[in-house]
C-alpha cells in the first residue's frame, strides 16, 4: 500500500525512452576519434630553423604553463599565455573569494602543493619570505564509517597560499614586456602554416608563433592534436 505505479502503452509495459538529443551546432568530442584522426595525418616538417628571436605560444595559464613562460622570458624570449580562467590565471591554482562581511577565501581546487623539484623548493620559499605561502600541518587521512578518522603521515612538507592559491600564480608571472596574456581564451585549433604554427578560438584567428607549448590537460592536448599534423608526437602521448 501506498505505492503508485504509473503504466503506459499495450499491456502495461513503458516504451523505450529516446536518447538525449545533442545540442546543434556543438560538436561532439571524442578523445579516441581524435587520437585516430591524428594517426591518420602526414607528419609535419619544417625546413627552417626557429628564429633567434621567437614568439612562443602557450596554451594554458596554470602552474605549468606560468612556469614556462617565466623561464622563457629569463632567456629574452616572448611568450604569450592563453587562458580560459574568466576570474584570473591560475588553472587549478583557483581562487574564490566571498565578502558578506567577512573575508571568505575558497580554493576550489588544489588545496595545498608540495615541493619535490629543487628549482620549484626555491620558488616555494621566496613565497614563504615574501607572506604569500606557509607551511600547512594539517591532517589528511581516511573518514571511515562511525567517525573513525585515520591520518596518512606524509614526509614531505605542504604548503598553501596565505591569500588563497590565486596569488601564487599571479606572483609567477614577472612584471616585464616579454609576456603577453590573452584571457578567457579558448584555443580550439592548431595548424602549420608557412614554417609557423596559426591559433584559432572558434575560427577566430590567434595569431602565428614560431612555436607551441600545450601546457594543458591530455584530453585538451588531443583535441588540438587532431589538426596539427604531428601524428609522432600524438602517438608518443597515447604511449
Not at 571568505?104 to 621566496?126: G, N, P, W
Request: hydrophobic fraction near 40%; proline fraction near 7%; aromatic fraction near 8%.
Amino acid at each position: 500500500s501506498g505505492a503508485v505505479v504509473a503504466a503506459s502503452g499495450a499491456g502495461g509495459a513503458r516504451p523505450p525512452k529516446a536518447p538525449p538529443r545533442r545540442p546543434r551546432g556543438k560538436p561532439r568530442f571524442s578523445r579516441q576519434s581524435a587520437i585516430k584522426k591524428s594517426f591518420q595525418q602526414e607528419q609535419v616538417v619544417f625546413s627552417t630553423p626557429v628564429p633567434a628571436d621567437p614568439t612562443v605560444a602557450i596554451i594554458g595559464g596554470g602552474a605549468s604553463g606560468l612556469a614556462c613562460a617565466s623561464a622563457l622570458a629569463a632567456r629574452g624570449v616572448r611568450a604569450v599565455v592563453f587562458d580560459t580562467g574568466m576570474h584570473g590565471l591560475g588553472g587549478r591554482m583557483a581562487t574564490r573569494m566571498v565578502d558578506d562581511g567577512r573575508r571568505l577565501v575558497f580554493d576550489h581546487a588544489a588545496q595545498f602543493f608540495t615541493a619535490s623539484d629543487q628549482r620549484f623548493q626555491k620558488l616555494v620559499d621566496e613565497w614563504v619570505d615574501k607572506g604569500l605561502a606557509r607551511e600547512w600541518r594539517g591532517s589528511i587521512g581516511e573518514l571511515e564509517a562511525g567517525g573513525h578518522f585515520t591520518a596518512i603521515p606524509s614526509s614531505t612538507p605542504r604548503y598553501i597560499g596565505v591569500r588563497g592559491m590565486r596569488p601564487l600564480a599571479d606572483a609567477m608571472l614577472p612584471e616585464n614586456d616579454l609576456i603577453k596574456v590573452v584571457r578567457p581564451s579558448w584555443i580550439s585549433k592548431l595548424e602549420p602554416f608557412n614554417g609557423l604554427w596559426r591559433l584559432f578560438e572558434s575560427e577566430k584567428p590567434q595569431g602565428q608563433y614560431d612555436a607551441v607549448v600545450i601546457a594543458h590537460n591530455g584530453k585538451c592536448a588531443n583535441r588540438l592534436l587532431s589538426t596539427s599534423g604531428l601524428p609522432q608526437l600524438t602517438r608518443q602521448m597515447k604511449v
